[in-house]
Structures are given as structure tokens and as C-alpha cells.
């Protein structure tokens, strides 16, 4: 694995529906044991790089976050060959600061769903991975960088709060999210961070600031056709910082430094003879390297 070619795979959020300047490309249906992803993927490359695309929601956006099969997306990725995550998705801001068209690095989360798969092992192969860094740093560096060189307001670090959906917080809920040292809200990063990491995939997360939730009360009656158009300046940025992050990517040093590649190695907990295989054979993208 450590001397396998990067394959960088993009999960395109809200508004993120095609990646530009992939060359050779064709969609093409990637089946999995853990159902069917949100669409085919989209395989290219931007110069020369090798490129997944996959949209979140499907093309034309027919899914709403919890009807999306995030074990069957993060499943179908691995088995196209992908190693990077570059995951975008737009978020409501809990902050002053952080205004309606910055993005933000996230780097930590508190999942709040309730109504989703959250892990591709369970009864008959029993694994508990490590989720104190739930982000690839190395990853964030490179994606730092081409914000920086595209003159695209961010903010590095920070905390995402992932709720269920697909109706947004009351006031209330806003408020206490806020007291809790919050910094974006959204609906979609988990557990789709989560499944990254036990596919042993690096993962980033680029959060896309549209609104500012509902606690602003200068910014509390925010219109649909508002917030539409900063989703597409949004997407035009995200666009140009693929464009610049992916040929950063290409080169990166192998294995992972920060371990994500690695993330089973201490994991599995179910006794050889207990393994159910059954179990086994739907895990043979996710976790075959330790299984095999």
C-alpha cells in the first residue's frame, strides 16, 4: 500500500456538483456490500494526477443528508483506489468572524446525528479506531497552502457540529451550540469523517461558510436566493482550490506521517475464531490489509 500511487478522491458537497479541468474522464458505477452510493463516480485526472469525484447528494442534489449512504460512498472510494480525501460541504457559522464566504479548515467535530450508519464493522468483526484527530494534518498543510495562494478567506482549525437534519437548529439549539465553542454547523461531515478514518483513508474537511445559522440577529432573515449565491461564489472558489491542492497532493511522502493509513493496526478486537465470514467478505475494500 505505502508504495501505491496517490489517488485523490473529492467528495463535492452543496453546490460542488463537477470538478473542472479533469481530463479523460468517465463516470462509471462502483458497486458496494454496504448498499448504493449517492451516484457513479467521476474518474479523471488533473494534470496527470489520478481524480475520484464523487457528489454527496448525486447529481442534481436528489439526496438530503440522511438518506445519503455515507458507508457505501467512503466504501465504493476505497475500492476505486482512493488514499486522500478532500471533502467539501457547506456549513451555517456559530462565529462573528466567520463570515459568510470563508472557508474553514475544521479539525475537530461533535456528532449530533442519530439516524445513519456510523461504522462499517459490527456483530461478527468488532474494531474501535482512534478519533482524537479526526482530520489528516498533513492534508490540511497542503490545502492551507493553495488557500493561501488562491486569495481565498480561511480560517484554520476548528470545530464542526454535525446534526442530523434536514431541518435547521432552532435559536435555542444555535445558542447552545455556540456556548459549546462551535464553530460551523452542518449536516454531512459525519459520519462520513469517521468511515475515513476506518478505511484508513486521509481525510480533510473543507467547510464552505453560506450563512450565519439563525443566532445573528442582523443576519436572521437571510433568503434562500442569499444564501444560493454565495453557495455558488463558494463553488467557484472550491473549484480553483481543488485545481491548486491536487498537484500538492500528488507528491506526498508515503505512509501517511500522522498514521491514518494505519488506523487498524491496533483496532480489531474480535478473536480470529469469532469472525463472522460473512462480515469478513463485506469488509475486504475497508479493512483487507489487516484481515487478509
Not at 463516470?27 to 475520484?52: A, I, K, M, N, Y
Not at 461478527?124 to 490545502?143: I, L, R, S
Not at 433568503?223 to 472558489?237: F, G, H, K, T, Y
Not at 501517511?256 to 463472522?276: H, M
Request: a negative charge.
Amino acid at each position: 500500500m505505502h508504495d501505491q500511487q496517490p489517488v485523490i478522491g473529492i467528495i463535492g458537497g452543496s453546490g460542488l456538483y463537477r470538478i473542472a479541468g479533469l481530463e479523460n474522464t468517465r463516470w462509471e458505477h462502483v458497486g458496494s456490500p454496504f448498499g448504493r452510493p449517492s451516484d457513479e463516480l467521476l474518474f479523471g485526472e488533473l494534470g496527470g494526477q489520478p481524480v475520484v469525484f464523487l457528489p454527496r447528494h448525486g447529481r442534481g442534489h436528489p439526496l438530503p443528508p440522511t438518506e445519503i449512504n455515507y458507508r457505501a460512498n467512503v466504501d465504493a472510494l476505497k475500492r476505486a483506489g482512493v488514499t486522500e480525501i478532500l471533502s467539501f460541504s457547506a456549513v451555517g457559522s456559530l462565529r462573528e468572524d466567520l463570515e459568510p464566504g470563508r472557508f474553514v479548515v475544521a479539525d475537530q467535530f461533535i456528532d449530533r446525528t442519530f439516524a445513519r450508519d456510523k461504522s462499517f464493522f459490527g456483530e461478527g468483526m468488532v474494531a474501535h479506531v482512534g478519533m482524537a484527530e479526526p482530520v489528516c494534518p498533513g492534508c490540511g498543510d497542503v490545502v492551507e497552502t493553495a488557500l493561501d495562494e488562491a486569495g481565498i478567506p480561511y480560517h484554520r482549525g476548528g470545530t464542526y457540529l454535525a446534526i442530523e437534519g434536514p431541518q435547521f437548529s432552532t435559536r435555542a439549539e444555535s445558542e447552545l451550540y455556540r456556548q459549546w465553542g462551535c464553530d460551523v454547523i452542518g449536516m454531512t461531515n459525519k459520519p462520513e469523517a469517521k468511515l475515513a478514518r476506518e478505511a484508513e483513508i486521509c481525510y480533510t474537511a473543507v467547510a464552505m461558510v453560506t450563512d450565519y445559522d439563525c443566532w445573528h440577529p442582523d443576519h436572521e432573515n437571510v433568503s434562500v436566493e442569499q444564501v444560493i449565491e454565495v453557495l455558488e461564489n463558494n463553488a467557484d472558489r472550491a473549484r480553483d482550490l481543488v485545481a491548486r491542492a491536487v498537484p500538492r497532493l500528488a507528491p506526498r511522502t508515503r505512509p501517511c506521517p500522522a498514521g491514518c493509513q494505519r488506523a487498524l493496526d491496533t483496532a480489531l478486537i474480535t478473536q480470529s475464531e469469532k469472525r463472522d465470514p460473512s462480515m469478513l467478505a463485506r469488509l475486504d475494500a475497508v479493512a483487507g490489509r489487516v484481515l487478509g
